[in-house]
């Protein structure tokens, strides 16, 4: 294999990484862990707004929920956080919003609630469709790829035959 043919992909995926790595670092808005039984605890964390510009103030939006939580501790390791009860909570995905006390956006984040004991199950939006279109899909690809390669092991049974005569 040459090197350009390795070398080609390799720049191209540490030039994707360069432009989605600001991205991330921008991360500035944690819920820890991102999913949470309901009736557990997640840590709200907003990265980039300090005890010297008021507390911070995280919107919680989601399946039936609007509410406000205000920031309670200051971070050893910079940033404002809250603790979130989720008992209460419908199962779904949250949106937090944080704003930092001198009203500058502190960030997004988005966490989960599921059920105690374990994820929930049976309850897809699509009902599953997606999965079955993806199995069907790796099934016909397999059967195409059977195909080809039953096709040319008898050519080249065939090309062999022709040959020895």
């Known amino acids: 294999m040459k090197a350009t043919t390795v070398g080609v992909p390799a720049a191209v995926g540490l030039a994707l990484g360069a432009l989605l790595l600001p991205g991330a670092a921008l ?10 039984p309901v009736g557990g605890t997640a840590v709200l964390t907003a990265t ?10 995280f919107r919680v939006t989601g399946p039936g929920r609007d509410q406000n939580v205000r920031s309670t501790t200051a971070r050893a390791g ?7 009860f989720t008992a209460g909570f419908t199962l779904g995905t949250y949106t937090v919003a944080a704003t930092c006390g001198d009203g500058t956006p502190g960030g997004r984040a988005t966490f989960t609630v599921t059920p105690i004991g374990g994820a929930q199950a049976g309850d897809r939006a699509d009902g599953g469709v997606g999965t079955l279109v993806a199995g069907a899909t790796l099934l016909l690809t397999s059967l195409g790829g059977a195909v080809i390669l039953a096709r040319r092991r008898r050519h080249a049974a065939e090309a062999a035959t022709l040959w020895r005569r």
């Open 78 to 84: 910079g940033g404002l956080s809250a603790d979130l």
């Open 27 to 36: 991360a500035d808005t944690t819920v820890s862990p991102s999913t949470t």
């Open 48 to 57: 980039t707004c300090g005890p010297d510009s008021g507390d911070a103030l």
